[in-house]
Protein backbone atom coordinates (compact mmCIF):
# COMPACT_ATOMS: atom_id res chain seq x y z
CA UNK A 1 0.00 0.00 0.00
CA UNK A 2 1.31 3.53 -0.93
CA UNK A 3 0.79 5.91 2.16
CA UNK A 4 -0.50 9.27 1.53
CA UNK A 5 1.35 11.21 4.01
CA UNK A 6 4.45 12.33 2.85
CA UNK A 7 3.57 10.70 -0.93
CA UNK A 8 1.17 13.50 -2.29
CA UNK A 9 2.94 16.49 -4.45
CA UNK A 10 3.28 18.19 -7.21
CA UNK A 11 5.25 16.38 -10.16
CA UNK A 12 4.88 13.15 -7.49
CA UNK A 13 3.10 10.11 -9.41
CA UNK A 14 -0.28 10.13 -8.63
CA UNK A 15 -1.16 7.94 -5.13
CA UNK A 16 -4.16 5.25 -5.05
CA UNK A 17 -4.85 5.21 -1.80
CA UNK A 18 -6.68 2.43 0.13
CA UNK A 19 -8.88 2.47 3.34
CA UNK A 20 -8.50 1.07 6.76
CA UNK A 21 -11.29 -1.49 7.85
CA UNK A 22 -10.72 -3.64 10.74
CA UNK A 23 -7.18 -2.84 10.70
CA UNK A 24 -7.06 -4.64 6.83
CA UNK A 25 -6.06 -1.88 4.51
CA UNK A 26 -8.29 -2.54 1.22
CA UNK A 27 -10.15 -1.05 -1.86
CA UNK A 28 -13.42 -0.74 -2.35
CA UNK A 29 -15.63 -3.54 -2.72
CA UNK A 30 -16.73 -2.69 -6.31
CA UNK A 31 -12.85 -1.51 -7.37
CA UNK A 32 -14.23 1.90 -8.44
CA UNK A 33 -12.56 4.83 -7.56
CA UNK A 34 -12.63 8.40 -7.08
CA UNK A 35 -9.86 11.14 -8.56
CA UNK A 36 -8.37 13.71 -6.35
CA UNK A 37 -7.49 17.26 -8.03
CA UNK A 38 -5.74 19.59 -6.76
CA UNK A 39 -7.79 22.74 -7.56
CA UNK A 40 -4.87 24.74 -8.39
CA UNK A 41 -3.37 23.33 -11.23
CA UNK A 42 -6.42 20.78 -11.92
CA UNK A 43 -3.99 18.00 -12.03
CA UNK A 44 -4.30 14.55 -10.56
CA UNK A 45 -3.09 13.72 -7.46
CA UNK A 46 -4.46 10.56 -6.61
CA UNK A 47 -7.46 8.45 -6.09
CA UNK A 48 -9.49 7.15 -3.20
CA UNK A 49 -11.63 4.37 -3.05
CA UNK A 50 -15.41 4.73 -4.17
CA UNK A 51 -16.75 3.04 -1.08
CA UNK A 52 -20.66 1.72 -1.13
CA UNK A 53 -22.82 -0.42 0.91
CA UNK A 54 -20.65 -3.49 0.93
CA UNK A 55 -17.64 -1.32 2.34
CA UNK A 56 -20.04 0.45 4.54
CA UNK A 57 -21.36 -2.86 6.01
CA UNK A 58 -17.82 -3.98 6.49
CA UNK A 59 -16.73 -0.90 8.37
CA UNK A 60 -19.91 -0.97 10.31
CA UNK A 61 -19.63 -4.55 11.54
CA UNK A 62 -15.69 -3.56 12.29
CA UNK A 63 -16.16 -0.89 14.27
CA UNK A 64 -19.61 -2.53 16.59
CA UNK A 65 -16.91 -5.45 17.04
CA UNK A 66 -13.93 -3.19 18.29
CA UNK A 67 -16.79 -1.14 20.12
CA UNK A 68 -17.20 -3.20 23.22
CA UNK A 69 -13.15 -3.48 23.86
CA UNK A 70 -13.12 0.67 23.39
CA UNK A 71 -15.56 0.99 26.17
CA UNK A 72 -13.86 -1.65 28.58
CA UNK A 73 -10.95 0.53 28.34
CA UNK A 74 -12.30 3.29 30.89
CA UNK A 75 -12.16 6.66 30.25
CA UNK A 76 -8.63 7.90 31.75
CA UNK A 77 -6.91 5.34 29.26
CA UNK A 78 -9.42 6.51 26.36
CA UNK A 79 -8.20 9.87 27.55
CA UNK A 80 -4.87 9.09 27.05
CA UNK A 81 -5.21 7.26 24.00
CA UNK A 82 -6.15 10.47 22.18
CA UNK A 83 -3.53 12.65 23.94
CA UNK A 84 -1.44 10.33 22.19
CA UNK A 85 -3.63 10.90 18.80
CA UNK A 86 -2.70 14.54 19.43
CA UNK A 87 0.99 14.33 20.00
CA UNK A 88 0.89 12.37 16.86
CA UNK A 89 -0.82 14.01 14.83
CA UNK A 90 0.96 17.36 16.11
CA UNK A 91 4.32 15.37 14.97
CA UNK A 92 3.16 15.39 11.04
CA UNK A 93 1.14 18.87 11.38
CA UNK A 94 2.67 20.16 8.49
CA UNK A 95 2.87 17.64 5.77
CA UNK A 96 -1.08 17.02 6.60
CA UNK A 97 -1.29 20.88 6.61
CA UNK A 98 0.75 20.63 3.12
CA UNK A 99 -1.68 17.65 2.17
CA UNK A 100 -5.20 20.00 3.00
CA UNK A 101 -3.72 23.05 0.63
CA UNK A 102 -2.61 20.48 -2.14
CA UNK A 103 -6.14 18.69 -1.99
CA UNK A 104 -8.51 21.85 -0.86
CA UNK A 105 -6.77 24.77 -2.60
CA UNK A 106 -7.37 26.35 0.99
CA UNK A 107 -4.41 28.55 2.09
CA UNK A 108 -1.47 27.27 3.51
CA UNK A 109 -1.31 29.34 7.00
CA UNK A 110 -5.46 28.77 7.17
CA UNK A 111 -4.41 25.32 7.11
CA UNK A 112 -1.84 25.04 9.44
CA UNK A 113 -4.81 27.28 11.80
CA UNK A 114 -6.45 23.78 11.00
CA UNK A 115 -3.80 21.60 12.52
CA UNK A 116 -3.53 23.54 15.46
CA UNK A 117 -6.87 23.71 16.52
CA UNK A 118 -7.48 19.79 15.76
CA UNK A 119 -4.87 19.02 18.52
CA UNK A 120 -6.29 21.28 20.73
CA UNK A 121 -9.95 19.93 20.25
CA UNK A 122 -8.20 16.19 20.75
CA UNK A 123 -7.04 17.76 24.11
CA UNK A 124 -10.14 19.28 24.98
CA UNK A 125 -11.88 16.01 24.84
CA UNK A 126 -9.56 13.84 26.45
CA UNK A 127 -9.81 16.23 28.99
CA UNK A 128 -13.57 16.30 29.48
CA UNK A 129 -14.01 11.95 28.43
CA UNK A 130 -14.54 11.47 32.33
CA UNK A 131 -17.63 13.82 32.44
CA UNK A 132 -20.35 11.88 31.69
CA UNK A 133 -21.70 11.14 34.64
CA UNK A 134 -24.84 9.84 35.65
CA UNK A 135 -27.54 11.18 38.81
CA UNK A 136 -29.43 9.91 41.81
CA UNK A 137 -33.13 9.82 42.27
CA UNK A 138 -34.33 10.74 45.64
CA UNK A 139 -35.65 7.20 47.04
CA UNK A 140 -36.27 5.84 50.11
CA UNK A 141 -33.92 3.25 51.69
CA UNK A 142 -35.77 0.01 50.25
CA UNK A 143 -34.93 1.37 46.44
CA UNK A 144 -32.00 2.89 44.68
CA UNK A 145 -32.59 4.64 41.30
CA UNK A 146 -29.71 6.18 39.23
CA UNK A 147 -28.82 7.05 35.70
CA UNK A 148 -25.53 6.46 33.75
CA UNK A 149 -24.63 7.14 30.15
CA UNK A 150 -23.16 4.76 27.94
CA UNK A 151 -21.98 5.10 24.57
CA UNK A 152 -23.98 4.40 21.45
CA UNK A 153 -21.53 1.70 20.06
CA UNK A 154 -21.28 2.62 16.39
CA UNK A 155 -21.02 6.99 15.69
CA UNK A 156 -21.27 7.71 11.79
CA UNK A 157 -19.50 11.43 11.28
CA UNK A 158 -20.34 12.56 7.92
CA UNK A 159 -18.17 15.82 7.11
CA UNK A 160 -17.86 18.35 3.93
CA UNK A 161 -14.69 19.59 2.13
CA UNK A 162 -14.24 22.77 3.24
CA UNK A 163 -11.94 21.84 6.54
CA UNK A 164 -10.57 18.37 5.63
CA UNK A 165 -8.48 17.35 7.88
CA UNK A 166 -9.69 19.12 11.00
CA UNK A 167 -13.27 18.06 10.78
CA UNK A 168 -11.87 14.32 9.52
CA UNK A 169 -10.03 14.20 13.14
CA UNK A 170 -10.79 16.65 15.23
CA UNK A 171 -14.73 16.06 15.09
CA UNK A 172 -14.59 12.21 15.96
CA UNK A 173 -12.93 13.58 18.63
CA UNK A 174 -16.13 13.77 21.32
CA UNK A 175 -17.38 10.24 20.10
CA UNK A 176 -13.92 8.74 20.92
CA UNK A 177 -13.75 10.09 24.13
CA UNK A 178 -17.65 9.24 24.95
CA UNK A 179 -16.04 5.53 24.31
CA UNK A 180 -17.96 5.13 20.44
CA UNK A 181 -16.49 3.68 17.62
CA UNK A 182 -16.07 5.78 15.04
CA UNK A 183 -16.66 6.10 10.88
CA UNK A 184 -15.94 9.49 9.34
CA UNK A 185 -16.63 10.01 5.89
CA UNK A 186 -14.95 13.16 3.83
CA UNK A 187 -16.12 15.01 1.74
CA UNK A 188 -15.46 13.15 -1.33
CA UNK A 189 -13.70 16.00 -3.13
CA UNK A 190 -11.17 16.85 -0.39
CA UNK A 191 -10.51 13.10 1.10
CA UNK A 192 -7.16 12.60 1.32
CA UNK A 193 -6.10 14.01 4.55
CA UNK A 194 -8.65 11.59 6.54
CA UNK A 195 -6.82 8.71 4.90
CA UNK A 196 -3.65 10.00 6.24
CA UNK A 197 -5.59 10.39 9.48
CA UNK A 198 -6.78 6.87 9.31
CA UNK A 199 -2.08 6.02 8.91
CA UNK A 200 -1.60 8.07 12.20
CA UNK A 201 -4.54 6.71 14.07
CA UNK A 202 -3.62 2.97 13.06
CA UNK A 203 0.08 3.32 15.22
CA UNK A 204 -2.15 4.91 18.46
CA UNK A 205 -6.03 3.51 18.49
CA UNK A 206 -6.92 -0.39 18.54
CA UNK A 207 -8.16 -1.42 14.81
CA UNK A 208 -11.69 -0.61 14.24
CA UNK A 209 -12.42 2.10 16.46
CA UNK A 210 -11.58 5.01 14.03
CA UNK A 211 -12.68 4.41 10.46
CA UNK A 212 -12.54 6.67 7.57
CA UNK A 213 -14.40 5.64 4.43
CA UNK A 214 -14.13 7.41 1.31
CA UNK A 215 -16.93 7.58 -1.49
CA UNK A 216 -19.66 9.81 -2.53
CA UNK A 217 -22.56 11.06 -0.04
CA UNK A 218 -24.92 8.98 -3.01
CA UNK A 219 -23.55 6.07 -2.29
CA UNK A 220 -21.63 5.64 0.57
CA UNK A 221 -23.01 8.40 2.75
CA UNK A 222 -26.50 7.10 2.59
CA UNK A 223 -25.30 3.80 3.10
CA UNK A 224 -23.89 4.60 6.18
CA UNK A 225 -26.82 6.65 7.42
CA UNK A 226 -29.44 4.30 6.64
CA UNK A 227 -27.40 1.00 8.50
CA UNK A 228 -29.67 -0.85 10.68
CA UNK A 229 -26.03 -0.86 12.74
CA UNK A 230 -25.87 2.59 13.26
CA UNK A 231 -27.38 4.42 15.92
CA UNK A 232 -26.02 7.78 16.00
CA UNK A 233 -25.43 9.93 12.86
CA UNK A 234 -23.44 13.26 13.32
CA UNK A 235 -23.67 15.68 10.02
CA UNK A 236 -21.84 18.60 8.89
CA UNK A 237 -22.69 19.62 6.01
CA UNK A 238 -25.66 22.02 3.35
CA UNK A 239 -28.93 21.83 4.51
CA UNK A 240 -30.53 19.98 1.66
CA UNK A 241 -28.26 17.16 2.87
CA UNK A 242 -28.99 17.20 6.50
CA UNK A 243 -32.87 17.02 5.28
CA UNK A 244 -31.95 13.88 3.47
CA UNK A 245 -30.06 12.28 6.15
CA UNK A 246 -32.43 13.11 8.60
CA UNK A 247 -35.25 11.35 6.72
CA UNK A 248 -32.68 8.24 5.97
CA UNK A 249 -31.85 7.94 9.58
CA UNK A 250 -35.69 8.09 10.75
CA UNK A 251 -35.88 4.65 9.24
CA UNK A 252 -33.62 3.28 12.23
CA UNK A 253 -34.78 6.31 14.75
CA UNK A 254 -31.01 7.28 14.76
CA UNK A 255 -30.39 10.27 16.54
CA UNK A 256 -28.89 12.76 14.25
CA UNK A 257 -27.43 15.83 15.06
CA UNK A 258 -26.60 18.41 12.58
CA UNK A 259 -24.47 21.18 11.70
CA UNK A 260 -25.74 23.14 8.48
CA UNK A 261 -25.20 25.74 6.88
CA UNK A 262 -25.39 29.92 7.05
CA UNK A 263 -25.62 33.49 5.93
CA UNK A 264 -24.16 34.63 8.36
CA UNK A 265 -25.32 38.47 9.49
CA UNK A 266 -22.80 41.62 10.77
CA UNK A 267 -24.39 44.10 12.12
CA UNK A 268 -21.49 47.19 12.75
CA UNK A 269 -22.67 49.99 14.57
CA UNK A 270 -22.05 53.69 14.33
CA UNK A 271 -19.73 53.62 17.61
CA UNK A 272 -16.79 51.76 15.99
CA UNK A 273 -13.62 52.16 13.90
CA UNK A 274 -15.42 51.56 10.74
CA UNK A 275 -11.42 50.72 9.53
CA UNK A 276 -10.84 48.05 11.87
CA UNK A 277 -14.34 46.88 12.08
CA UNK A 278 -13.87 46.41 8.25
CA UNK A 279 -10.23 44.22 8.43
CA UNK A 280 -12.07 42.19 10.74
CA UNK A 281 -15.34 42.26 8.20
CA UNK A 282 -12.43 40.11 6.25
CA UNK A 283 -11.27 38.19 8.43
CA UNK A 284 -14.45 36.84 9.63
CA UNK A 285 -16.09 35.69 6.22
CA UNK A 286 -12.60 33.40 6.48
CA UNK A 287 -11.17 34.41 3.11
CA UNK A 288 -7.36 33.93 4.04
CA UNK A 289 -8.86 30.65 5.82
CA UNK A 290 -10.81 28.51 3.86
CA UNK A 291 -10.85 31.25 0.61
CA UNK A 292 -14.43 31.97 2.39
CA UNK A 293 -16.27 28.53 2.43
CA UNK A 294 -16.58 28.54 6.14
CA UNK A 295 -19.93 27.64 6.97
CA UNK A 296 -19.70 30.53 10.18
CA UNK A 297 -18.38 33.03 7.26
CA UNK A 298 -20.20 36.65 7.80
CA UNK A 299 -21.56 37.24 4.30
CA UNK A 300 -24.12 40.17 5.01
CA UNK A 301 -22.53 43.22 6.46
CA UNK A 302 -25.23 45.71 7.81
CA UNK A 303 -23.52 48.30 8.57
CA UNK A 304 -24.82 52.15 9.91
CA UNK A 305 -25.31 54.58 7.27
CA UNK A 306 -23.09 57.05 9.25
CA UNK A 307 -20.20 54.85 8.60
CA UNK A 308 -21.01 53.27 5.64
CA UNK A 309 -19.20 55.05 2.94
CA UNK A 310 -16.24 54.93 5.38
CA UNK A 311 -16.62 51.32 5.79
CA UNK A 312 -17.27 50.11 2.30
CA UNK A 313 -13.92 52.33 1.25
CA UNK A 314 -11.92 50.55 3.88
CA UNK A 315 -13.44 47.33 2.86
CA UNK A 316 -12.51 47.56 -0.69
CA UNK A 317 -9.09 48.41 0.58
CA UNK A 318 -8.51 45.44 2.20
CA UNK A 319 -10.18 43.20 -0.33
CA UNK A 320 -8.18 44.53 -3.01
CA UNK A 321 -5.07 43.99 -0.77
CA UNK A 322 -5.62 40.00 -0.70
CA UNK A 323 -2.95 38.54 -2.84
CA UNK A 324 -5.03 35.51 -4.77
CA UNK A 325 -2.49 32.66 -6.25
CA UNK A 326 -1.27 29.40 -5.84
CA UNK A 327 -2.23 27.97 -1.87
CA UNK A 328 1.17 26.88 -0.84
CA UNK A 329 3.06 30.25 -1.16
CA UNK A 330 2.74 31.73 2.00
CA UNK A 331 2.99 35.12 0.28
CA UNK A 332 -0.73 34.48 -1.02
CA UNK A 333 -4.11 35.11 1.49
CA UNK A 334 -6.07 33.31 -0.73
CA UNK A 335 -6.37 30.37 -3.04
CA UNK A 336 -8.91 28.23 -5.50
CA UNK A 337 -11.95 27.35 -4.31
CA UNK A 338 -12.34 23.31 -3.81
CA UNK A 339 -13.51 22.06 -7.21
CA UNK A 340 -14.77 22.78 -10.38
CA UNK A 341 -18.54 22.14 -9.91
CA UNK A 342 -18.35 24.50 -6.82
CA UNK A 343 -16.15 26.95 -9.07
CA UNK A 344 -19.24 26.86 -11.47
CA UNK A 345 -21.45 27.60 -8.45
CA UNK A 346 -19.69 30.14 -6.85
CA UNK A 347 -19.26 32.18 -10.23
CA UNK A 348 -23.00 31.31 -11.20
CA UNK A 349 -23.81 33.36 -7.75
CA UNK A 350 -21.59 36.37 -8.48
CA UNK A 351 -23.22 36.40 -12.28
CA UNK A 352 -26.94 36.39 -10.51
CA UNK A 353 -26.32 38.76 -8.16
CA UNK A 354 -24.96 41.55 -10.97
CA UNK A 355 -28.34 40.29 -13.03
CA UNK A 356 -30.32 41.00 -9.85
CA UNK A 357 -28.64 44.94 -9.52
CA UNK A 358 -26.27 44.79 -7.38
CA UNK A 359 -23.11 46.82 -8.23
CA UNK A 360 -20.02 44.76 -8.36
CA UNK A 361 -17.52 46.83 -5.51
CA UNK A 362 -14.60 44.79 -5.94
CA UNK A 363 -13.46 41.56 -8.06
CA UNK A 364 -16.02 39.95 -9.70
CA UNK A 365 -14.93 36.95 -11.61
CA UNK A 366 -11.88 35.11 -11.85
CA UNK A 367 -8.61 36.75 -11.38
CA UNK A 368 -6.81 38.41 -14.08
CA UNK A 369 -3.98 36.45 -15.17
CA UNK A 370 -5.25 33.01 -13.25
CA UNK A 371 -6.31 30.88 -16.43
CA UNK A 372 -5.93 27.46 -14.70
CA UNK A 373 -7.25 26.31 -11.35
CA UNK A 374 -10.71 27.24 -9.52
CA UNK A 375 -10.16 30.58 -8.56
CA UNK A 376 -12.42 33.25 -7.69
CA UNK A 377 -11.76 37.07 -6.96
CA UNK A 378 -12.55 38.00 -3.56
CA UNK A 379 -15.79 40.11 -4.48
CA UNK A 380 -17.98 42.80 -2.42
CA UNK A 381 -21.34 43.75 -3.88
CA UNK A 382 -22.89 46.64 -2.94
CA UNK A 383 -26.32 47.89 -3.85
CA UNK A 384 -27.76 45.20 -2.10
CA UNK A 385 -31.40 45.19 -0.90
CA UNK A 386 -32.31 42.48 1.20
CA UNK A 387 -34.85 40.64 -0.95
CA UNK A 388 -31.48 39.90 -3.61
CA UNK A 389 -30.26 36.24 -3.59
CA UNK A 390 -27.01 37.78 -2.48
CA UNK A 391 -28.68 38.88 0.59
CA UNK A 392 -30.74 35.47 0.79
CA UNK A 393 -28.58 32.41 -0.18
CA UNK A 394 -24.80 31.00 0.70
CA UNK A 395 -22.45 31.48 -1.19
CA UNK A 396 -19.73 29.63 0.33
CA UNK A 397 -17.27 31.36 -1.23
CA UNK A 398 -15.15 34.72 -1.01
CA UNK A 399 -18.22 36.93 -1.51
CA UNK A 400 -19.87 39.58 0.59
CA UNK A 401 -22.35 41.87 0.38
CA UNK A 402 -22.68 45.37 2.04
CA UNK A 403 -26.04 46.89 3.13
CA UNK A 404 -26.87 49.68 4.86
CA UNK A 405 -29.23 50.88 8.32
CA UNK A 406 -30.38 53.45 10.00
CA UNK A 407 -32.31 51.79 12.80
CA UNK A 408 -31.04 49.15 15.26
CA UNK A 409 -34.58 47.67 15.37
CA UNK A 410 -34.49 47.66 11.80
CA UNK A 411 -31.19 46.00 11.40
CA UNK A 412 -32.49 43.21 13.97
CA UNK A 413 -35.62 42.49 11.55
CA UNK A 414 -33.63 42.08 8.86
CA UNK A 415 -30.62 40.02 10.41
CA UNK A 416 -33.17 37.96 11.53
CA UNK A 417 -35.42 37.54 8.48
CA UNK A 418 -33.45 34.27 6.97
CA UNK A 419 -34.03 30.70 7.51
CA UNK A 420 -30.57 30.47 8.36
CA UNK A 421 -29.12 30.81 12.22
CA UNK A 422 -25.91 29.59 12.76
CA UNK A 423 -24.26 33.11 13.62
CA UNK A 424 -24.68 36.23 14.12
CA UNK A 425 -22.19 39.01 14.60
CA UNK A 426 -22.61 42.64 16.31
CA UNK A 427 -19.60 45.00 16.43
CA UNK A 428 -20.23 48.19 19.30
CA UNK A 429 -18.40 49.56 21.84
CA UNK A 430 -22.07 49.77 23.68
CA UNK A 431 -22.39 47.03 25.82
CA UNK A 432 -26.08 48.18 26.39
CA UNK A 433 -26.29 47.36 22.97
CA UNK A 434 -24.42 44.08 22.56
CA UNK A 435 -26.25 42.73 24.84
CA UNK A 436 -29.83 43.83 23.41
CA UNK A 437 -28.71 42.28 20.33
CA UNK A 438 -27.32 39.31 21.19
CA UNK A 439 -30.36 38.57 22.88
CA UNK A 440 -32.95 39.22 19.87
CA UNK A 441 -30.71 38.06 17.26
CA UNK A 442 -32.01 34.34 16.33
CA UNK A 443 -28.72 32.54 15.68
CA UNK A 444 -27.03 29.64 17.84
CA UNK A 445 -23.76 31.76 18.33
CA UNK A 446 -23.87 35.51 18.78
CA UNK A 447 -20.42 37.20 18.52
CA UNK A 448 -19.95 40.71 19.55
CA UNK A 449 -16.29 41.82 18.36
CA UNK A 450 -13.88 39.32 18.04
CA UNK A 451 -16.12 37.35 15.45
CA UNK A 452 -14.71 33.45 15.02
CA UNK A 453 -12.72 33.97 17.99
CA UNK A 454 -14.22 30.82 19.87
CA UNK A 455 -12.80 29.61 23.16
CA UNK A 456 -12.99 25.86 23.60
CA UNK A 457 -15.98 24.58 25.56
CA UNK A 458 -18.46 27.37 24.05
CA UNK A 459 -20.93 25.44 22.50
CA UNK A 460 -21.61 25.93 19.11
CA UNK A 461 -24.90 24.72 16.72
CA UNK A 462 -27.10 26.34 14.26
CA UNK A 463 -30.92 27.35 14.75
CA UNK A 464 -33.56 26.95 12.47
CA UNK A 465 -31.70 25.50 8.61
CA UNK A 466 -28.64 25.70 10.16
CA UNK A 467 -28.88 22.58 12.37
CA UNK A 468 -29.88 20.32 15.31
CA UNK A 469 -27.59 20.40 18.67
CA UNK A 470 -24.34 21.91 19.08
CA UNK A 471 -20.74 20.87 19.07
CA UNK A 472 -17.40 21.98 20.84
CA UNK A 473 -18.72 21.29 24.66
CA UNK A 474 -19.71 19.33 27.13
CA UNK A 475 -23.05 19.34 25.55
CA UNK A 476 -21.36 17.25 22.17
CA UNK A 477 -19.74 14.70 24.64
CA UNK A 478 -22.75 14.21 26.04
CA UNK A 479 -24.80 13.79 22.79
CA UNK A 480 -22.54 10.79 21.89
CA UNK A 481 -23.75 9.09 25.24
CA UNK A 482 -27.34 7.58 26.24
CA UNK A 483 -28.70 7.95 29.35
CA UNK A 484 -30.07 4.56 30.68
CA UNK A 485 -31.78 4.85 34.18
CA UNK A 486 -31.69 1.71 36.69
CA UNK A 487 -33.63 1.10 39.55
CA UNK A 488 -32.93 -1.51 41.62
CA UNK A 489 -35.71 -2.60 44.49
CA UNK A 490 -33.81 -4.11 46.95
CA UNK A 491 -35.32 -7.44 48.54
CA UNK A 492 -37.91 -7.96 50.95
CA UNK A 493 -36.77 -9.64 54.17
CA UNK A 494 -36.84 -13.29 54.54
CA UNK A 495 -38.54 -14.32 57.50
CA UNK A 496 -36.70 -17.64 56.96
CA UNK A 497 -32.94 -16.11 57.08
CA UNK A 498 -31.35 -14.03 59.82
CA UNK A 499 -28.11 -12.67 60.59
CA UNK A 500 -25.76 -15.64 61.47
CA UNK A 501 -25.08 -15.25 65.78
P1 LIG B 1 -22.77 18.58 1.26
O1 LIG B 1 -24.00 18.54 2.06
O2 LIG B 1 -22.88 18.53 -0.21
O3 LIG B 1 -21.83 17.33 1.64
C1 LIG B 1 -21.37 17.13 2.95
C2 LIG B 1 -21.06 15.65 3.15
O4 LIG B 1 -22.27 14.91 3.03
C3 LIG B 1 -20.11 15.06 2.12
O5 LIG B 1 -19.26 14.14 2.76
C4 LIG B 1 -21.04 14.34 1.17
O6 LIG B 1 -20.45 13.28 0.48
C5 LIG B 1 -22.09 13.83 2.13
N1 LIG B 1 -23.38 13.52 1.53
C6 LIG B 1 -23.96 14.09 0.44
N2 LIG B 1 -25.17 13.54 0.21
C7 LIG B 1 -25.37 12.61 1.16
C8 LIG B 1 -26.44 11.73 1.49
N3 LIG B 1 -27.55 11.70 0.74
N4 LIG B 1 -26.32 10.92 2.55
C9 LIG B 1 -25.22 10.96 3.32
N5 LIG B 1 -24.17 11.77 3.08
C10 LIG B 1 -24.25 12.60 2.02
O7 LIG B 1 -21.97 19.85 1.74
P2 LIG B 1 -20.64 20.45 1.12
O8 LIG B 1 -20.97 21.16 -0.13
O9 LIG B 1 -19.58 19.40 1.11
O10 LIG B 1 -20.25 21.49 2.28
C11 LIG B 1 -20.70 22.80 2.28
C12 LIG B 1 -21.83 22.99 3.26
O11 LIG B 1 -21.46 22.57 4.56
C13 LIG B 1 -22.20 24.45 3.40
O12 LIG B 1 -23.60 24.59 3.40
C14 LIG B 1 -21.64 24.82 4.75
O13 LIG B 1 -22.27 25.91 5.37
C15 LIG B 1 -21.82 23.56 5.51
N6 LIG B 1 -20.95 23.52 6.68
C16 LIG B 1 -21.49 23.67 7.93
C17 LIG B 1 -20.65 23.71 9.06
C18 LIG B 1 -21.20 23.91 10.45
O14 LIG B 1 -20.48 23.67 11.41
N7 LIG B 1 -22.42 24.36 10.62
C19 LIG B 1 -19.28 23.57 8.89
C20 LIG B 1 -18.78 23.44 7.61
C21 LIG B 1 -19.61 23.39 6.52
Known amino acids: MTRVLGNVGRGKPPVHARMSIGGQWRDADSGARLDCID?????????????????????????????????????????????????????VAEPLALLDVLDSGNPIAGMRGDLESTVRELHYYAGLAGQTHGAS??????????????????????????????????KAAAALAGGNSVIVKPGEQTSLSALALAEVAEAVLPAGVLTVLTGTGAEL????????????????????????????????????????????????????DPRKAARDAVASMNIARSNGQSCGSTSRLYVHESIRA????????????????????????????????????????????KASGATVAAGGSRPFGLDRGYFVEPTVFTDVTDDMPIAREEVFGPVMAVLGFSDLDDAVRRANDTDFGLTANVYTRDLRVAHRLADRLQAGYVYVNGTGRRPPGSPFGGW????????????????????????ITLPADDPDWSWPR
Open 221 to 272: GEALVSHPGVQRVAFTGSVPTGRRILAAAAQNLAHVTLELGGKNPLIVCPDV
Open 39 to 91: PTTEELLGTVPAGGAADADLAVRAAEEASGAWRALGWTRRAALLRDLAAAVAE
Open 310 to 353: AFTDALLDRVRELRVGDPCDEANEVGPVAFAAHHARVLDHIERA
Open 464 to 487: KHSGLGKENSHEELLSYTREKTIT
Open 137 to 170: TPTGAETVSFTQREPYGVVVRIVPFNHPFKFACG
